[in-house]
């Protein structure tokens, strides 16, 4: 049974930097894709960001040039690098896994929240 854990949100100034963690219990390397997702209140999911086994990954337009994406294999673990946070990025971000041949991502972390502070 896969799961996912994440872990490094908290409480940051607008402008700093937060680096989020999610650990897959099982194997990343039957994750065709892994994505951060996040919600704030009132409002919905959305994708942040998604790598892809050997292609380049993809950003939310309004994280890009300030978030990356990418994976340690031999950790199996997935980090979001946030830089230059802003007040609109405060969320609960949640990590999501796909497996090859699946239209969904089937895998879901239990998310952990980034508030962004004036």
């Known amino acids: 049974q896969v799961r996912l854990v994440e872990s490094g949100g908290g409480l940051v100034q607008a402008g700093g930097s937060l680096r989020l963690s999610c650990v897959v219990f099982?194997?990343?390397?039957?994750?065709?894709?892994m994505a951060w997702y996040r919600q704030a209140p009132g409002k919905q999911r959305e994708l942040v960001a998604m790598?892809?086994?050997?292609?380049?990954?993809n950003y939310a337009d309004s994280v890009k040039g300030r978030f990356t994406i990418f994976r340690d294999s031999g950790k199996n673990t997935v980090y979001l690098q946030m830089n230059s946070l802003r007040l609109e990025d405060t969320a609960v971000y949640s990590c999501?896994?796909?497996?090859?041949?699946?239209?969904?991502?089937?895998?879901w972390g239990q998310g952990t929240q980034v508030t962004v502070s004036s």
């Open positions: 099982g194997s990343i390397l039957s994750m065709n894709n």
């Open positions: 999501a896994g796909r497996e090859p041949f699946t239209s969904q991502f089937n895998y």
């Open positions: 790598d892809s086994r050997g292609g380049p990954a």
